[in-house]
Nanobody
């Protein structure tokens, strides 16, 4: 198990910014893919962004251009910088990790480790 702990969520007005952090208890470089997912009430969990240990990044189209995922291997931390937030970004945000490269980065079933989530609320 590689416990993941998210932080940085909160309430902001539309147009605001938040930076989410995900701390891992072990070296994250050994985890092939780190990702952020979100789940709004009544909706399925969806991928937001992912970063591979090689440095490659992927983004969901609703957030592309507004969100940046990054990682600090020395701190065992993955970040999600979110700008120009919209009310539709309101959701619980989860950090996830998996030990394989194969498959789609946004497939929740491919991730082995999950954090408890951090709430992001954007008001209009």
């Amino acid at each position: 198990q590689v416990p993941l702990v998210e932080s940085g969520g909160g309430s902001v007005q539309a147009g605001g910014s938040l930076r989410l952090s995900c701390g891992a208890s072990g070296p994250i470089f050994s985890r092939h893919v780190m990702a952020w997912f979100r789940q709004a009430p009544g909706k399925e969990r969806e991928g937001v962004a992912a970063i591979y240990s090689t440095g490659g990044t992927f983004y969901a189209w609703p957030v592309k251009g507004r969100v940046t995922i990054s990682q600090d291997n020395a701190k065992n931390t993955v970040y999600l910088q979110m700008n120009s937030l919209k009310p539709e970004d309101t959701a619980m945000y989860y950090c996830a990790a998996r030990g394989t490269y194969g498959g789609d980065w946004y497939d929740v079933n491919d991730y082995h480790y999950w954090g408890q989530g951090t709430q992001v609320t954007v008001s209009s």
